[in-house]
């Protein structure tokens, strides 16, 4: 079941707002909360007095028993913490998922997809690379192609890539992510590019093709239930954000 709870919060007008905030969320019982993650809404509000707009980032448990899913979101400034979160979301698993749970879910509740996630844009792209029946270290190790093929995203200070979505004739669209997203620069100083990449499907199947080699190459990109090519990043030296 999702776990919903009312929590009042201050906006930076100083407003007290209430808001409502999932603590876990089931995908099979609750798909609008899902789709609430996919349409980039999920705890986010608006101040009714200054109007700004503000997103809540807190931890959360996405389950979704049907496609195989476990997940669990940390903010993204747990990155630091990222084995032992790790550890976290792999004795959760077994705990609900094994010793606690009733007979029917462990016979049926093995080979789950888990994974640890750092902020709303992971889990969301988790949920669209599964749903797509593509596999997240392939993913993870096609944006490092794309990243080392291109100057560009080094020169713009792009830390990774997001895959947005998977288009009709199955290319993979993909947006750069910053750790501080650049400022639009005063006219009539030019604004840096947001450059997307759009990579076919054939290009996808040839690294998902040597997927036993990835972890050769790349054995940074996983770490238990973590996948990123974040993980190559030393998040001990990164100001929490």
């Known amino acids: 079941m999702s776990i919903t709870r009312t929590e009042r919060v201050t906006c930076s007008c100083g407003t007290p707002v209430e808001v409502v905030v999932a ?17 980039r809404t999920l705890h986010a509000f608006t101040c009714g007095v200054c109007g700004q707009r503000f997103v809540i980032e807190k931890d959360l448990l996405f389950f979704d028993f049907e496609r195989k899913q476990f997940f669990c979101m940390y903010p993204r400034r747990d990155r630091a913490r990222e084995a032992a979160c790790s550890g976290e979301v792999k004795r959760a698993y077994q705990r609900w998922m094994g010793e606690h749970a009733p007979q029917f879910i462990i016979a049926d509740g093995r080979d789950f997809l888990v994974r640890a996630c750092f902020g709303y844009e992971e889990l969301r792209e988790k949920i669209v690379i599964d749903d797509a029946g593509l596999a997240d270290l392939v993913v993870e190790a096609l944006k490092i192609d794309i990243l080392n093929a291109d100057p560009w995203f080094r020169d713009a200070g792009v ?8 288009l009709p004739a199955g290319e993979l669209r993909l947006v750069p992510e910053w750790l501080v997203p650049p400022e639009p620069a005063p006219a009539p100083v030019p604004v840096i590019e947001r450059r997307v990449a759009t990579v076919s499907r054939a290009i996808y199947d040839e690294i998902d093709a040597r997927f036993d080699d990835i972890l050769v190459t790349h054995p940074e990109l996983a770490g238990g239930a973590h996948v990123s090519m974040l993980r190559l990043v030393s998040w001990l030296d990164v100001p929490p954000g």
């Open 159 to 166: 830390m990774t890539l997001r895959l947005d979505r998977v």
């Open 23 to 39: 603590d876990s969320l089931n995908a099979g019982r609750h798909p609008h909360l899902k789709q609430a993650i996919l349409d």
